[in-house]
């Protein structure tokens, strides 16, 4: 009998950057680079672990605009060619590092290698097919899948327009059937923001389950006996976990945590910026502008400037180190707090799934060695999905936990400031908009109805977190900025047409085929008489 239970969960998202009418857009780099650095290599590990008979649990996000870009025939055959590119570019590597750099050949043909595998793995393994690859290991039972909102609307921000918040999550529970063909047990908040106005929506979804931050659960009313080692069930009948403080800053914080260790490779450090720009101009972006390559040659070394040369051996060996660290605090941990429960604690642990080989370059390393160590050198906890344990335990405490984020300062700061706040007033008076439409039109058909659905598809796409946040960070502000006005815009023009009886069809052609999301969309979504409150 185990004293306690770990679930990881890895929450897998990138806002929809799709741009077909460029021939080579910068910010679809950001889906590229998640595959090779993280998607990938985490569906190596889990191979890996089935291979040996390692029985791995694990939980997971795959957001609706993830899945979408994941099931995009432009973007597969897109990422093919950037593939190719690196690819070329590492072979390149391996031959200048041979003659001017041999401290670095063991690194670059370590990328090649590995660029190499990707392909296969991406090209002749999955047959370009990640929603079937991540789908296989849902149908072993080793990998639980959340559905989540829409486009990862802030949803506290959306309560203004109770329709609007049922679009968002009817949307995204919906778009995880059609790629699944199951229903969802858990539902993912977008930055696990909470607000009791999703309780309701939530059930009508058939959810059970949701993640908030910790003082989210532990300050709720009232107080969680348990604190965080164990969920509680909202008077709507929804189970809510807590993410555990102690394990999220063991992994989560780059000064604290695992991936700061000056033996890891360092981010920051790639040969996009450092080679001269005659030699990298055809691998990086068509207007000359640099950027990350995945090619990085030093590891963190420390604080400073100073960086010492990556060794791959060195970095693997302190992932092992740091698994088993993990796995020993988890031990401890749940040891200690089991003794005043009735029932076995479980720790929950998520994280963003990108910090998993992108930004952590040895993350999928880690879990591998954790899984393994866990497996054989342990018998403390056991892996397992929010879902598992609810089934053990199903009675819990009745609590409303408290509204919060794991946002800076654990509310809404992040996406409500000085740099982002002007975009509010617009989508409210959009979603307004969108209802009055909704409402206007139940019956529409033809040409007005498909303008009906793209209006649905521009207002979900600028609700989008993702564009606050990229405002707030000050990283890629313009592009968010563009973004967000981008499909206010284009909303703005659909209302107006579809009011005036004046429908463009050749925009509105234009328009499916470049903003093509949620192509089963039905506008009625966001009529009154649908919303749950009103059934």
Known sequence: MYKGYVSL??????????????????????????????????????????????????????????????????????????????????????????????????IAKMYESRLKETYYSYFDKYNCDLVKAFRKFMDSG??????????????????????????????????????????PDGFWLPECAYISDVDKILRNEGIKYTIVETHGLIYGTPRPKHGSFSPIITPEGIAVFGRDIESSKQVWSATEGYPGDFDYREYYRDIGFDLDMDYIRSYIHSDGIRINTGIKYFKITGKGDYKEPYDRNAALEKAAIHAGNFMFNRELQIKYVSGGMDRPPIIICPYDAELFGHWWFEGPD???????????????????????????????QVSSPTTSSWGNK??????????????????????????????????????????????????????????????????????????????????????????????????????????????????????????????
């Open 366 to 396: 880690w879990l591998n060695f954790l899984f393994r160590k866990a497996e054989y050198d342990q018998q403390t906890f056991k892996f397992i999905t929010p879902s598992e344990y609810l089934e053990m335990y199903p009675e819990n």
């Open 410 to 535: 654990g509310y809404f700061e992040v996406w409500l400031n000085q740099t982002n706040d002007w975009i509010y007033r617009h989508l409210h008076k959009a979603a307004e908009r969108m209802i009055e439409l909704a409402n206007l039109y139940p019956y529409a058909d033809g040409i007005k109805r498909d303008a009906l659905n793209q209006a649905s598809r521009e207002l979900l796409l600028a609700q989008s977190s993702d564009w606050a946040f990229i405002m707030d960070s000050g990283t890629m502000v313009e592009y968010a900025v563009n973004r967000t006005k981008l499909h206010l815009n284009r909303f703005t023009r659909l209302y107006e047409e579809i009011k005036d009886d004046r429908i463009d069809t050749d925009w509105i052609r234009f328009l499916q085929q470049t903003d093509n999301i949620f192509p089963d969309i039905d506008y009625s979504v966001y009529q009154s008489a649908t919303h749950p409150l009103c059934l």
């Open 142 to 183: 080793n990998l639980e899948v959340l559905a989540s909102a829409a486009t990862h609307g802030l949803l506290p921000f959306i309560t203004l327009h109770p329709e609007a918040l049922y679009a968002q999550i009817k949307v995204g529970a919906d778009t995880y059937r059609r790629f699944f063909n199951r229903e």
């Open 9 to 106: 969960i890895l929450h897998a998202h990138l806002p929809y950057v799709r741009h077909p009418e460029y021939e080579n857009y910068l910010e679809e780099n950001w889906y590229y680079e998640a595959i090779t650095e993280c998607y990938i290599p985490l569906l190596n590990v889990f191979e890996s672990l089935k291979n040996d008979n390692i029985d791995f649990k694990i939980t997971m996000t795959l957001t609706p605009t993830l899945l979408s870009l994941m099931s995009d025939n432009l973007i597969k055959q897109r990422y093919l060619k950037y593939l190719e590119r690196l690819i070329d570019l590492s072979e390149r590597e391996v031959v200048r590092t041979g003659k001017y750099e041999p401290h670095f050949n063991p």
